[in-house]
């Protein structure tokens, strides 16, 4: 029973960083997913795959698993860093491309 705490990534509709700064603990799955022969659903007896615990902090969600004497994993989030990009900057003197119409 070991539990995976990470930041999970924003998805690709979001355009904000509201819920991206949360961490997550998950517990990793214990046993494989099974496909239903009568209706094809895929289940699994593992009940702990349901189970996803939010916290602020890293720190906090490290303390969870410590006192409840469970097994875990930190991963740290990658984040992408950006240039901030300005409109006035495509009429600058020094750009470094041509400018076309």
């Not at 539990?3 to 924003?10: E, F, L, S």
């Not at 799955?29 to 702990?48: C, I, N």
């Not at 409840?68 to 994993?73: D, E, H, S």
Request: with cysteine; glycine share 4%.
């Amino acid at each position: 029973m070991t539990a995976r705490i990470h930041c999970p990534a924003k998805s690709a509709m979001q355009s904000g960083t509201a819920k991206s700064k949360r961490w997550l603990l998950e517990f990793e799955p214990e046993s494989k997913r099974e496909v239903s022969p009568l209706m094809g659903y895929t289940s699994s007896a593992d009940m702990k795959s349901q189970v996803k615990l939010w916290f602020d902090t890293a720190e906090e969600a490290v303390a969870y698993a410590v006192k409840n004497g469970i097994a875990y994993r930190v991963e740290e989030p990658k984040r992408a860093t950006r240039k901030a990009a300005v409109y006035s900057d495509n009429f600058k003197f020094n750009r470094l491309g041509q400018w076309t119409h």
